[in-house]
């Protein structure tokens, strides 16, 4: 059995996605929202001096993820914040976690280019379970 959380990039015929997985739940929203920024963003030229928080809710684990990375799109593009890392994901209660983010705002789109853009995590293919002991998700994004 697999213990750390990690996450693969998915060939799809339109569209992006990626498969990605954690001991927890928590460690598998951690993972996809590292693999969102793997695929959207450039990191490397960001500087880890803001923070974001993300309140993460919702009916069920799928519909708690594709919120999750809608929201931190929505910041990237239209609070124009550069994300460097998710750095974090806590259960504050039973129903409810909070991401953290850390980079720096303003987005300079020169400095701090889309590598992809994306228009939104979708509902098309998702899967978000917990197998033999982990926690799994499948994510495809809408390019």
Known sequence: ME?????????????????????????????????????????????????????????????????????????IDANLFAPREVVAVDERAPGRWVARVVGEGPRDPARHPWKLIIKGATYHELDVSERNGRWEAQVILDV
């Open 3 to 75: 213990s750390e959380s990690g996450f693969e990039v998915l060939d799809h015929v339109a569209d992006t996605g990626f498969r990605c997985w954690g001991p927890t739940y928590e460690q598998c929203l951690l993972a996809a929202g590292r693999a969102f920024l793997a695929l959207a963003v450039e990191t490397e030229s960001v500087a880890a001096r803001d923070e974001r928080l993300y309140e993460i809710e919702g009916e069920d684990p799928a519909e708690r993820l594709v919120d999750w990375l809608n929201d931190l799109l929505f910041t």
